[in-house]
């Protein structure tokens, strides 16, 4: 499985960004396909994340009411709508497919994107 991730950039903080990751393919139903993000110096942090088979989502308190998740089947991609960003959002998000329900540790996921960066300013 090949995971492509892009539509990072340059925003105001405030300002909004849509990531997409698209897929090669999909290995199994039963995936789930997740967002992280690492800042410069920091561990990967879990954004966001999305059931394939029936579109169920779990995100970090930190970007709840911020950040939305969606899919398209058809287009076998995986989105994450990023509005009201703040500088602390800043990082080069990635995403990831694993087995499972909605797993949220970097450790569950078997297929990683390349990463696309996003920088907020103030």
């Known amino acids: 499985v090949q995971l492509q991730a892009y539509g990072g950039g340059l925003v105001q903080a405030g300002g909004s960004l849509r990531l997409s990751c698209a897929a090669s393919e999909r290995t199994h139903s039963s995936v789930s396909v997740g967002w992280f993000r690492q800042a410069p110096g920091k561990e990967r942090e879990f954004v966001s994340v999305?059931?394939?088979?029936?579109?169920?989502?779990y995100s970090a308190d930190s970007v709840k009411g911020r950040f939305t998740i969606s899919k398209d089947n058809a287009e076998n991609t995986v989105y994450l709508q990023m509005n009201n960003l703040k500088p602390e959002d800043t990082a080069v998000y990635y995403c990831?497919?694993?087995?499972?329900?909605?797993?949220?540790?970097?450790?569950?996921?078997?297929?990683w994107g390349q990463g696309t960066l996003v920088t907020v300013s103030s």
């Open positions: 990831a497919e694993a087995r499972g329900w909605l797993p949220h540790r970097a450790s569950a996921y078997d297929y």
């Open positions: 999305i059931t394939w088979s029936v579109g169920s989502t």
